[in-house]
Nanobody, 115 residues
Framework: QVQLVESGGGLVQPGGSLRLSCVAS????????MGWYRQAPGKQRELVAA???????NYADSVKARFIISRGVAKNTVYLQMDSLQPEDTAVYYC?????????WGQGTQVTVSS
């Protein structure tokens, strides 16, 4: 049984920063990839950033140079450092992981960027 639990969301002013964390519980093996998706009201869910088990990263064009994804030493954690946040970044952020062709999703954490 694998569950992903996100934390770190909240309310921040434009230009501020947040760091999201995701921990995979009950994992006996490393994941092929972990990442973050987000979904804003009225929009489709989109990939924000992902990192593979060999350290390769991929970012959406809208967050490049502002967000950094990284994995913890234990390899069952993933972080998303978000800098220079803007109102258009407001969304529910979901942790996602893939192992042996199976996808796992967290429940999501709300990020709101507003003055």
């Amino acid at each position: 049984q694998v569950q992903l639990v996100e934390s770190g969301g909240g309310l921040v002013q434009p230009g501020g920063s947040l760091r999201l964390s995701c921990v995979a519980s009950g994992s006996m093996f490393s994941f092929n990839a972990m990442g973050w998706y987000r979904q804003a009201p009225g929009k489709q869910r989109e990939l924000v950033a992902a990192v593979t088990n060999i350290g390769s990263t991929n970012y959406a064009d809208s967050v490049k140079a502002r967000f950094i994804i990284s994995r913890g030493v234990a390899k069952n954690t993933v972080y998303l450092q978000m800098d220079s946040l803007q109102p258009e970044d407001t969304a529910v952020y979901y942790c996602h992981s893939v192992r042996s062709g199976v996808s796992y999703w967290g429940q999501g954490t709300q990020v709101t960027v507003s003055s």
